[in-house]
């Protein structure tokens, strides 16, 4: 069983910074992608970042030279560094992991997720 934990949520003002973090724990096997996602009230949640065990990161459009998520496989965290924040960034932000139930997944994956925590803009 796989947990993961987050933290780094709060309140901020427009132009801050903020850094979630995310840890997994438990009977890991092996943790393949990472991600961020988030979701806003009456929005749906929506991709903001990710990144594979190898490094490849990809980012929603709304993002991209603002965010940038990082991990460390030996850890196995995940981080989500937001600067220059907007009001529109306001939301519960999830962290999600595919763990492989055997390293090279042949026996399936579960998708884990964090419980969320909220970040809000003020504008």
């Known amino acids: 069983q796989v947990q993961l934990v987050e933290s780094g949520g709060g309140l901020v003002q427009v132009g801050g910074s903020l850094r979630l973090s995310c840890a997994a724990s438990?009977?890991?096997?092996?943790?393949?992608?990472m991600g961020w996602y988030r979701q806003a009230p009456g929005k749906q949640r929506e991709l903001v970042a990710s990144?594979?065990?190898?490094?490849?990161?990809t980012y929603v459009d709304s993002v991209k030279g603002r965010f940038t998520i990082s991990r460390d496989n030996a850890k196995n965290t995940v981080w989500l560094q937001m600067n220059s924040l907007k009001p529109e960034d306001t939301a519960v932000y999830y962290c999600n992991a595919d763990h492989f139930l055997d390293p090279l997944g042949l026996e399936g994956f579960l998708e884990i997720w964090g419980q969320g925590t909220l970040v809000t803009v003020s504008s």
């Open positions: 990144i594979s065990s190898s490094g490849r990161e």
């Open positions: 438990g009977s890991i096997v092996s943790i393949k992608d």
